[in-house]
């Protein structure tokens, strides 16, 4: 078995049935599963200059994560004489970095992974929630700072709250069940859910999405990033939200972003920190990624993450290992029934 590192892979030449692109890093298992069929695996990350230039006609297929951005002009030049990509795995649940409508005209399936990631991003996003809450992040860094702030740091529990669910998809759902069991007010708004799923979990589902922010002091993002969703959270939907918790407690407002950036408008939301509109804001993902001089990131009540929602070992495990079997499945000829196009 031959393993190509991200160091040696220049030099590694051999035949092989198809050639695999990993562009973004793979779980080692996985790599070895792939060469196991059969086939060649190059580990590397390429540019856009590279990706513009049609270094990818030189694969069959190609697994990306969220760095490389598998635009129409790429996806063309990744094809020549009917040559070339035949198939782009994304290792997680996003595609928005994928035009899936340009690989459905070039032949080229697309694939991504969504149910790896769920147990680790829903763990997340509790975690965030918990954090926003307590004010835990705020604390480690008065402690860091040498200030003892106990008397500063009092926090609100989650019980007897609303919690606002904007997507109710697996995630989402989850998310829900734990909130049930901290003793929260679980709502949701998603118009491509059954009614019978949210009736089945306990949780209202909404018709409209104002009405979350107007019912909900508590509000976690779980759609993905559309030209519907874009900005979808605004400051004047922000401006609905009530900072009465259900049990009649002044918990604040609180938003929470696991799952793409840019359905929260940023600017609004550090508007709404700085008005006290908002008590909190948590985000794993940010419109524009690395997020290192955002300034939301200065404001005491922002804490963030990047991007590592799915960041676990098991859920890296599970990703790695179905995205494989994803694309085995499709260069032995047959188009996964999981395929996005």
Known sequence: MIY????DWVSYVRSAMARVAVTDGMDKKAVEMIISSGHEVVLQHYSEADLLNGILSNFD???VRSATKMTREVISASKEDNKGLIFIGRAGVGVDNIDINAATENDITVCNTPRASTKSVVEMTIAHLLASCRKITIADRKLREGIWAKKEL???????KSLGLIGYGRIAQRVGIIA?????NVHAYDPYVPKEIAEKNNCELHEDVDSIFRMCTHVSIHCNLTEETYHLVNSSRISLMPS????GIDCGNHLINCARGGVVDEIAALEALESGQLSSVALDVFENEPAIENPLIAHENFHGTPHIGAATKEAQARIGIEMASLVIESLNGNKPSTSLN
């Not at 190509?4 to 160091?7: G, K, L, Q």
């Not at 009465?244 to 049990?247: A, C, L």
């Open 4 to 7: 190509i590192s991200n160091i």
């Open 180 to 184: 049930k069991l901290l003793g929260m």
């Open 61 to 63: 297929a190609v697994v």
């Open 154 to 160: 009092v926090g609100t529990e989650l019980s007897g």
């Open 244 to 247: 009465i918790g259900d049990d």
